[in-house]
C-alpha cells in the first residue's frame, strides 16, 4: 500500500551495489584564492581541489576540511557529506560556509569548489605563522579516513585582519539636518 511505485523517483528504498573503489585527491590539484598568501576577514574565499572516485563523489561519506591545520575543537573545520548534499562548521570553527559545489571534469574526476568566509573575528592567536590546511575524507567507515593529507604547504594562508578606518568626511543626516 505505501510501498512507493516503479521508477527510481518513485521508489521508496534503493540499493546501490558498488565495487569499493579507492579515492584519491591529488594535491596538484588543490588551490585557495589567497591575496598575497593572505585570507581576508569577512570577504568570501574558495578553496578548490579534485576528487577522484571511480564510484562518484557521491558515494564518499564526509570530507573534512581543517583551514587551521589538525585542530581537536573544531577551530577552522569545515564538513561536507557528498551522500546527501549537507556542508557544515561546527560551533567552534569560527568561519561560515556558504557552498559546496561540484563539477564533473571526467574520467571519474571531480572538481569540488568550497566558498567560504572567516569570521571578523577570528582567532588569530590560535594560528602559526602560516596555516597549514589539512584533509580528512571517509569512506564507508566513519572511524578510519581513506584520505589523510596534511600540512598541506602549497595553499598556506595567514589572517589578514589588520585594518584600518579613514573617516574623510562626515554628514549628520538626522533631523534637524545640520552642516
Do not use: C
Amino acid at each position: 500500500r505505501y510501498g512507493g511505485y516503479p521508477g527510481l523517483g518513485n521508489d521508496m528504498a534503493t540499493l546501490i551495489v558498488a565495487i569499493n573503489e579507492p579515492t584519491t585527491i591529488p594535491t596538484a590539484g588543490i588551490s585557495l584564492d589567497t591575496v598575497n598568501e593572505q585570507l581576508l576577514a569577512g570577504q568570501m574565499h574558495s578553496l578548490v581541489m579534485e576528487i577522484n572516485d571511480e564510484n562518484g563523489v557521491n558515494s564518499i561519506d564526509i570530507v573534512e576540511i581543517n583551514m587551521a591545520g589538525n585542530q581537536d575543537d573544531g577551530f577552522g573545520l569545515m564538513v561536507w557529506e557528498p551522500r546527501n548534499g549537507d556542508f557544515y562548521t561546527g560551533n567552534n570553527s569560527q568561519l561560515v560556509l556558504h557552498d559546496v559545489s561540484t563539477n564533473f571534469i571526467g574520467d571519474s574526476n571531480w572538481q569540488v569548489s568550497w566558498n567560504f568566509s572567516l569570521d571578523w573575528n577570528f582567532d588569530s592567536s590560535r594560528l602559526q605563522e602560516y596555516s597549514l590546511p589539512s584533509i580528512i575524507v571517509y569512506d564507508d567507515d566513519e572511524l578510519n579516513p581513506v584520505v589523510v593529507i596534511s600540512n598541506i604547504g602549497e595553499i598556506r594562508w595567514q589572517l589578514d585582519n589588520n585594518l584600518q578606518v579613514i573617516v574623510e568626511n562626515i554628514t549628520d543626516t538626522t533631523p534637524p539636518i545640520s552642516k
